[in-house]
């Protein structure tokens, strides 16, 4: 789940949380994605491609960019919200924005969303492989790469807890709010308020479903990265 940048920077280390889901930009050329709302099975394979190349070019500017801010030999670590397949569409990474997608699309068939609306609606993220961060890193040639590894967590973050509030026990609940931290301003600035509320208690319930009957879990890709000497 994607997390405004945690940076802290003192000219020796580096430490950013969920940074570097966020592209730039929704990716050009991917007007062919209909029905979708990201990179998902049913997308063609250039827009997989287009959502791919805006990581590259997203993620070299940032590594160059923190590069400026570390001295040879500064380390920086990463974790950034991604997969371990090397399917850009695989359910691991895509599945949390297609049953948003089914939100969506259900009330287009019931006339509360315009088609066109939501054929022009994609999210601006992408999760990549440890095998992509790998050769980006090395591309791009300022760091070298210390460890590379993944972890999972599931989608709810209270799952097998004790939590003395029984608002915690609501996985669907929870899920939803995360969710809604992250594509409320994008949906709000594409289809306006009046379906936000409806949106978001449609999707609690999908959620709620899928995480009853599924093993529901984020991968995260953890990179430790040291500064060369130029």
Known sequence: ??????????????????????????????????SNIYMASTSPPSVLQAYYEQFRRDFSLFLKCRSEELVTGGRMVLTILGRKSEDPSSKECCYIWELLAMVLNEMVSEGLIEEKKLDSFNIPQYTPSPAEIKSEVEIEGSFGIDRLEISKVHWNAYDNEFCPSN???????????????????????????????????????????????????FINVTVAMTKKKL
């Open 167 to 217: 608002a915690f026990k609501d996985g669907g609940y929870n899920v939803a709010q995360c969710m809604r931290a992250v594509a409320e301003p994008l949906l709000l600035s594409h289809f306006g308020v009046a379906i936000i509320d409806e949106v978001f208690c449609r999707y609690r319930k999908i959620l709620a479903d899928k995480m009853s009957k599924e093993r529901t879990e």
């Open 1 to 34: 789940m994607e997390v405004i940048e945690v940076l802290h920077m003192n000219g020796g280390i580096g430490d950013a949380s969920y940074a570097n889901n966020s592209l730039v930009q929704v990716p050009e050329g991917i007007e062919n994605n209909k």
